[in-house]
């Protein structure tokens, strides 16, 4: 399960690539101001620009840049290779996806309301 800000131009982005990529429909996903987010107890108090994006895997919960890399190695094939930027020490990975999350609605944009999914896509969210 992925947890992303449903407002974020960069996040919806991600998702699209994921839904895209993941040809065996194994990750479901849901937006951060979602039921299921609360019930996980995801940024409850915290303001949008402090959001992470957040991966819920048989290991746990993992945030920011390791939820992204973990992501891309779930999706295997030549996503592994990006992967391995895993083994950058934690800081150096989070102080770069914080430098692109501070700055993400300046630069890819914020919609007015959350996605919502196609049709197709409805069975791989959840609220």
């Not at 915290?46 to 390791?66: F, Q, T």
């Not at 914080?98 to 409805?122: A, H, L």
């Amino acid at each position: 399960m992925i947890f992303f800000d449903g407002v974020c131009g960069f996040c919806n982005r991600f998702v699209d690539f994921v839904i895209r990529t993941d040809s065996r429909r194994e990750i479901f996903f849901s937006p951060v101001q979602g039921e299921t987010a609360v019930e996980f107890s995801l940024y409850q108090n915290e303001p949008p620009r402090e959001w992470k994006i957040a991966y819920v895997d048989e290991n746990g919960l993992h945030e920011g840049a390791d939820a992204v890399l973990l992501v891309l190695k779930r999706l295997g094939g030549c996503w592994n290779l990006p992967a391995l930027l895993i083994y950058i020490p934690r800081p150096v990975k989070e102080f770069l996806y914080g430098i692109v999350s501070r700055n993400r609605y300046r630069i890819f944009g914020k919609r007015d309301t959350c996605r919502v999914p196609s049709p197709e896509e409805r069975e791989r969210f959840l609220s």
